[in-house]
């Protein structure tokens, strides 16, 4: 069975930067879909960045040029770096794995707060 263990998250203030990991476990993380989902309370979980196996990047509109999505198939790992981070950016950041099938497996988040 797959599991995404995730690190990083924690208070930062507003302006300020964070890097997220989600390390995944399976024999073929190299031909999975990676992506990054955040929740806020009374919100709905929405894509906040996701990378194919090719490589190929995709983002929200609201974290487009301050967030980065990377991949590191050596280290089953992707990454989340946050850059000039606001309030509005805390939720709950949970990291997605879809394999060539379709089958989507979820980390178990991890909190980001940005105090202002």
């Known amino acids: 069975q797959v599991q995404l263990v995730e690190s990083g998250g924690g208070l930062v203030q507003a302006g300020g930067s964070l890097r997220l990991s989600c390390v995944a476990s399976g024999r073929a993380f190299s031909m999975t879909t990676m992506g990054w989902y955040r929740q806020a309370p009374g919100n709905q979980r929405e894509l906040v960045a996701e990378?194919?196996?090719?490589?190929?990047?995709n983002y929200g509109d609201s974290v487009k040029g301050r967030f980065a999505i990377s991949r590191d198939n050596a280290k089953n790992t992707v990454y989340l770096q946050m850059n000039s981070l606001a309030p509005e950016d805390t939720a709950v950041y949970y990291c997605?794995?879809?394999?060539?099938?379709?089958?989507?497996?979820w980390g178990q988040g991890t909190q980001v707060t940005v105090s202002s």
């Open positions: 990378i194919t196996s090719g490589g190929s990047t």
């Open positions: 997605r794995q879809r394999t060539l099938f379709s089958v989507n497996y």
